[in-house]
């Protein structure tokens, strides 16, 4: 599958899916978190699904060979494994 068309879909989804989550989440005692996210949920959500399909047996493995080798580009704003 391309993975500009898998983005799109997780996009869409996303766009649908997540006002309609945060209504009937519930609220947390604690403070808003201090940092933003540098990865939107549907970039987040597209490299979950590229790692399922990729044959990779762990997500650590796939990040560091893989993601941040190649797809760099793809995905500017990646942030550090550890």
Request: glycine content about 4%; hydrophobic content about 40%.
């Amino acid at each position: 599958m391309d993975m500009l068309r898998l983005f799109y879909d997780c996009d869409e989804f996303c766009r649908e899916f997540l006002p309609h989550l945060q209504a009937y989440q519930i609220a947390e005692d604690k403070g808003p978190r201090t940092g933003e996210s540098r990865l939107s949920v549907s970039e987040v959500m597209t490299l979950l699904l590229l790692f399922q399909t990729s044959g990779f047996r762990n997500l650590k493995t796939f990040y560091l060979q893989h993601v941040c080798r190649y797809l760099s580009r793809a995905f500017p704003h990646l942030v550090s494994y550890s």
